[in-house]
């Protein structure tokens, strides 16, 4: 035991047994994040996302990303703590901003990860909302959504990382601001359809089933929501826009 002591010592020893450990830690974090996202559902939420779809493109997925980068962590904190004890680096001032950074790291890599899936979740949501709706206007929203999301995610991991991000914060106001004055011009369309639809279906001055003619076209209405009124005849569905039901006025048909 004598003969060992000495050995067990050395920092290279340590440094090496520090490394170890941290490998097996890192592997079995990581195996433990990953069964856990599982157990949650988090495949089930992110399905579909082009995030997914591209991480399975390279044979991996989304919670096995997410599993790994806990695993990486511990890993560079173990090579981090190995080289310090090995004393390869002998700087204090350069492992405090190691150890500082590596976290800070983490999470800004975590964020963006986060980010680019609830940027496409939020894209599939609005444009399934937006579906039914028959204004060319409306398709731009999904992807305003997703890019909206993906700015602030980026200026989250920036911040995360030390870089100044006032001047993005900045930009960011103007974004908004730029968004509303824009949108307001180019959805004005839109902003006057919901504002009819809400009219409509605080009023109800028709329903389903009742026949009406809307300009020049007539038949039974099918559905009305938020912004369009459907209605067919025999042998056509019209899509109607709200604010064309104010502009044409409504005739309801009496038998």
Not at 105 to 134: P, T
Not at 136 to 157: D, G, H, N, R
Not at 161 to 170: P, S
Request: aromatic share 10%; glycine share 8%; hydrophobic share 50%.
């Amino acid at each position: 035991m004598v003969e060992w002591q000495p050995l067990l010592n050395e920092p290279a020893v340590i440094a090496a047994a520090v490394l170890t450990l941290g490998l097996i830690v890192g592997y079995l974090v990581g195996r433990l994040n990953e069964e856990l996202l599982s157990a949650s559902g988090v495949p089930e939420a992110v399905e579909g996302t082009p995030f997914e779809r591209t991480a399975q493109s390279i044979g991996t997925s989304t919670v096995e990303i997410v599993a790994r980068l806990s695993s990486w962590f511990i890993y560079g904190i173990a090579v981090l703590t190995a080289i310090h004890i090995a004393q390869l680096l002998d700087t204090d001032a350069f492992w405090l901003r190691i150890t500082e950074f590596v976290p800070q790291l983490f999470i800004a890599v975590l964020v963006l990860i986060l980010g680019f899936i609830v940027a496409d979740k939020s894209e599939l949501i609005v444009s399934e909302y937006l579906r039914g709706v028959k204004l060319p206007e409306v398709s731009v929203i999904p992807k305003l959504v997703k890019y909206s999301v993906l700015y602030v995610t980026f200026i989250i991991a920036l911040g995360q990382v030390g870089v100044h991000v006032l001047a993005l914060l900045i930009l960011l106001t103007v974004y908004a601001i730029g968004v509303v004055i824009v949108g307001t011009v180019a959805f004005k369309d839109f902003l006057v359809s919901s504002a009819a639809g809400i009219y409509l279906l605080l009023n109800q001055p028709y329903g389903i089933g009742d026949e009406i003619r809307i300009g020049d076209q007539t038949g039974i209405v099918q559905e009305v929501d938020l912004f369009v009124t459907k209605i067919e005849d025999d042998s056509e569905e019209y899509i109607v826009p709200n604010r064309k039901v104010f502009e044409d006025g409504i005739v309801r048909m009496r038998e």
